[in-house]
């Protein structure tokens, strides 16, 4: 993956699990920490906590989200950025597939949002 999140911001994410199926990881930050532009591959994101974002699109589509704890939501391939501008830390786990990814693509996507 060119931008792999755990490349891009090492000190966010971390590989949990890992097969020839799977990548866990966790996300965790503090309220205005911020990501450089980075992609997930087709996840599903369950969130440990409630927190508020702003995600900054590949497009130059911004939105802002406020995710409940205990969320758990199918996101699709995208590339985005994004912003703590709650003042809640951010935790979530992603389980990124890796058979059968989509390309990243530069939406939010109708699922729901990504974190970071």
């Known amino acids: 993956m060119p931008l792999d999140p ?26 205005g920490d911020r990501t450089t532009p980075h992609e997930h591959p087709d996840s599903v994101m369950h969130t440990l906590s409630t927190f508020r974002r702003r995600l900054y699109a590949a497009d130059g589509e911004n939105r802002d989200v406020e995710i409940q704890a205990g969320t758990t939501g199918w996101l699709p391939a995208q590339r985005h950025s994004g912003h703590n501008i709650g003042d809640t830390d951010t935790h979530v786990i992603f389980v990124e597939l890796k058979e059968g990814a989509g390309a990243a693509t530069s939406e939010l996507g109708p699922a729901g949002p990504a974190v970071e």
Do not use: I, Q
């Not at 891009?8 to 503090?30: A, C, I, Q, S």
């Open 6 to 31: 755990t490349v891009t911001n090492p000190g966010l994410y971390r590989v949990v699990f890992e097969n020839d199926r799977v990548r866990v990881l966790e996300y965790l930050d503090k309220p």
